[in-house]
T-cell receptor
């Protein structure tokens, strides 16, 4: 019930392409869904987050799509750049304690020049 | 600069020894968290503390201990009871409240030799 499942495990995209990472959750009590970006040897940094009362949120080249009925959400990276090459984690928590996160397994993205 | 400082960056421990990882924040955040990251897996919550002198177990607390004597500090002790302690350890903090971002430190890589 606490799991967040993330796919794919790895992704290779050409520069300028669209990167898409998918996540599914089980616990309907979750109401905060962030995406984190992590570079090797560094801590994760928040990219973008969404609450279930909206179906989409966009910040620059990054968009979260959220499907509450399917319990799924996804990250789209438009015009992917080599600098976007990193590991991406989806996560879920209750809004009342947004540091108590359940993380997906991570997706390693490589953007080829 | 405000942030979370974890030290040391690399730590080596002999089997059977206890070791303490440091986490200090100057963000004036109320809540602090410890996560463990293993290759190919997402982050998993070890312990968290929402106020001074109080803390709760996360999903994988066995073999670990924490203290929260000061708001700024949340050290994690990896005890000899932890069967597989080699991992990347990440500390995070948040302001108490709704929809607040979790900030992560740069991590400590612990290796048992």
């Amino acid at each position: 019930q606490q799991q967040v499942k993330q796919s794919p495990q790895s992704l290779i995209v050409q520069k300028g392409g669209i990167s898409i990472i998918n996540c599914a959750y089980e616990n309907t009590a979750f109401d905060y869904f962030p995406w984190y970006q992590q570079f090797p040897g560094k801590g994760p940094a928040l990219l973008i987050a969404i609450r279930p009362d909206v179906s989409e949120k966009k910040e620059g080249r990054f968009t979260i799509s959220f499907n509450k009925s399917a319990k799924q959400f996804s990250l789209h990276i438009m015009d992917s750049q080599p600098g976007d090459s990193a590991t991406y984690f989806c996560a879920a928590s209750k809004e009342s304690n947004t540091g108590k996160l359940i993380f997906g397994q991570g997706t390693t993205l490589q953007v080829k020049p | 600069d405000g942030g979370i400082t974890q030290s040391p960056k690399y730590l080596f421990r002999k089997e059977g020894q206890n070791v303490t990882l440091s986490c200090e924040q100057n963000l004036n955040h109320d809540a602090m968290y410890w996560y463990r990251q293993d290759p190919g897996q997402g982050l998993r919550l070890i312990y968290y503390s929402q106020i001074v002198n109080d803390f709760q177990k996360g999903d994988i607390a066995e073999g670990y201990s924490v203290s929260r004597e000061k708001k700024e500090s949340f050290p994690l002790t990896v005890t000899s009871a932890q069967k597989n302690p080699t991992a990347f350890y990440l500390c995070a903090s948040t302001v108490t409240g709704l929809n607040t971002e979790a900030f992560f430190g740069q991590g400590t890589r612990l290796t048992v030799v």
